[in-house]
C-alpha cells in the first residue's frame, strides 16, 4: 500500500490543523494505521493509532485530549485532527499502516513521506 500525508503547514499557537494521509489499493481497510512525528534531532514518537475498522483509538499522553485519529475506509483515508496546537508540536508527521495497533514504529509495514507541521509562539 502506498501512503500519501498531507495537510501540514504554519499555525500559530492554540490554531488547528487537520492531517490526511489517503491510501492506494483495495486493502486499506486490513491495517491498523497510525500517526509519528519526529522534531529535528529527535527520534520518531508515536502520536495516535486507530484499529482497522475505526472502534478503538491510542494516544499518546502529550496530545491526548486535543489530538483525535479517525478513518474513512470508504475513501482509504485516515485523519489526524490537531486542537489548541503548541510551539513543541512542531515536527514532520508520518501516516503508517501495520498489521496490528502499536505505539512503536516497528510494528508498521509502510510509512507516507511526512507532512511538516510548524507551530509558532
Known amino acids: 500500500v502506498q501512503l500519501q500525508a498531507s495537510g501540514g503547514g504554519l499555525v500559530q499557537a492554540g490554531g488547528s490543523l487537520r492531517l490526511s494521509c489517503a491510501a492506494s489499493?483495495?486493502?486499506?481497510?486490513?491495517?491498523?494505521m497510525g500517526w509519528f512525528r519526529q522534531a529535528p534531532g529527535k527520534e520518531r514518537e508515536f502520536v495516535a493509532a486507530?484499529?482497522?475498522?475505526?472502534?478503538?483509538?491510542y494516544y499518546a499522553d502529550s496530545v491526548k485530549g486535543r489530538f483525535t485519529i479517525s478513518r474513512d475506509n470508504a475513501k482509504n483515508t485516515v485523519y489526524l485532527q490537531m486542537n489548541s496546537l503548541k510551539p513543541e508540536d512542531t515536527a514532520v508527521y508520518y501516516c503508517?499502516?501495520?498489521?496490528?495497533?502499536?505505539?512503536?514504529?516497528?510494528?508498521?509495514?509502510?510509512w507516507g513521506q511526512g507532512t511538516l507541521v510548524t507551530v509558532s509562539s
Open positions: 503508517a499502516a501495520g498489521g496490528i495497533v502499536a505505539e512503536r514504529p516497528g510494528p508498521y509495514d509502510y
Open positions: 486507530i484499529n482497522r475498522s475505526g472502534s478503538n483509538t
Open positions: 489499493g483495495r486493502t486499506f481497510s486490513s491495517y491498523a
